[in-house]
């Protein structure tokens, strides 16, 4: 009688992804602004809470789209 049996492990593992990371730069606005906020649009409230929404980082000074 069998007891134990080898599971199929399926698909080979995937292949190690080497991730270049690009350096670090500042966010700056075409005006010149290096100063952002970041709202978020289309809110939900659902049972008094908070939630969903699309988040956009606007730049402070002529609030322009950066994101
Ligand atoms: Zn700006």
Same mark, same amino acid.
């Given at each position: @009688?069998? !007891?134990?049996? +080898? !599971? ?10 080497? $991730?270049?990371? *690009? ?5 700056? %606005?075409? %005006?010149?602004? /290096? *100063?952002?906020?970041? +709202?978020? *649009?289309? $809110? @939900? ?8 929404? +699309?988040?956009? !980082? =606007? %730049?402070?000074? %002529?609030? /322009? !789209? =950066?994101?």
């Amino acid at each position: @009688m069998k !007891i134990f049996s +080898v !599971i199929d492990g399926g698909d080979k593992p995937k292949a190690y992804r080497k $991730r270049y990371k *690009t350096e670090p730069e500042p966010l700056i %606005c075409v %005006c010149g602004s /290096a *100063t952002s906020v970041e +709202v978020k *649009t289309g $809110r @939900m409230i659902v049972d008094g809470k908070i939630t969903g929404g +699309v988040k956009q !980082i =606007l %730049c402070i000074d %002529c609030k /322009a !789209i =950066l994101s």
